[in-house]
Nanobody, 127 residues
Framework: QVQLVESGGGSVQAGGSLRLSCAVYGYYYSTYCMGWFRQAPGKEREGVAAIDSDGYTSYADSVKGRFTISHNNAKSTLYLQMNTLKPEDTAMYYC?????????????????????WGQGTQVTVSS
């Protein structure tokens, strides 16, 4: 059974940094795409960043240059380094994984491409 467990959320002031982690259990396929999504109160969930097993990455325009997605194969852990945080980054952050049909190089795969999701971790950025 595949299980994703996020950690690393918290409260920071604007301009600060956080690193989210997503431990992946039970996913043994060599090819994958993994992504970070977020949902703010009253808003739809949106893709933040994605990475695939070839190392390609993709980012939402709103986080380019500030966020970095990475994956440690040995630790089966996905990361999202978030720098220069803004109040508008406040949201529940979710990690997701699967074997996506679309390519990350073309953009963040849509939500329905992922069957495996974590429970979410809250990020709150104060001004």
């Amino acid at each position: 059974q595949v299980q994703l467990v996020e950690s690393g959320g918290g409260s920071v002031q604007a301009g600060g940094s956080l690193r989210l982690s997503c431990a992946v259990y039970g996913y043994y396929y060599s090819t994958y795409c993994m992504g970070w999504f977020r949902q703010a109160p009253g808003k739809e969930r949106e893709g933040v960043a994605a990475i695939d097993s070839d190392g390609y990455t993709s980012y939402a325009d709103s986080v380019k240059g500030r966020f970095t997605i990475s994956h440690n194969n040995a630790k089966s852990t996905l990361y999202l380094q978030m720098n220069t945080l803004k109040p508008e980054d406040t949201a529940m952050y979710y990690c997701a994984a699967d074997h996506c049909f679309s390519t990350v190089v073309a953009g963040i795969p849509e939500e329905d491409e992922y069957n495996y999701w974590g429970q979410g971790t809250q990020v709150t950025v104060s001004s």
